[in-house]
């Protein structure tokens, strides 16, 4: 199943440094995502678009995801010469992950 089909997803920005949340429709389904959904998954999933690390933060009691992409923006919203500067379609990007079903 792609993450889009139980979660959704948020991003922000801070220079070149992207963030992700991912949260479950379905509480229920937060530890499939902590199984499924780990750094090394997202680095993989977003390669051509993250340049640096990923860091993954969990936060149990929203329950939800936090990624933080290093080099992920081409430089940051004021050098970034990218259609989508502040990487906002990037948590369409990763919901278009595939997960074990």
């Known amino acids: 199943m792609k993450l889009y089909d139980i979660a959704h997803s948020r991003a922000g920005d801070k220079g070149n440094t992207l963030t992700l949340s991912l949260i ?3 509480p ?3 530890p ?3 199984k499924a959904v780990t750094a090394e998954a ?3 999933h977003l390669h051509a678009l993250v340049e640096g690390d990923v860091l993954r933060y969990e936060l149990p009691n929203l329950p939800a995801l936090q990624f933080v992409c290093q080099q992920a923006l ?6 970034s010469l990218t259609m989508d500067t502040h990487g906002k379609s ?3 990007a990763l ?4 997960i074990e079903d």
């Open 90 to 92: 990037l948590s369409y």
């Open 28 to 30: 229920d389904n937060y």
């Open 95 to 98: 919901l278009e992950m595939w």
């Open 24 to 26: 479950p429709y379905d």
């Open 32 to 34: 499939r995502l902590l």
């Open 42 to 44: 997202v680095k993989k």
């Open 74 to 79: 081409t430089g940051g919203v004021t050098t």
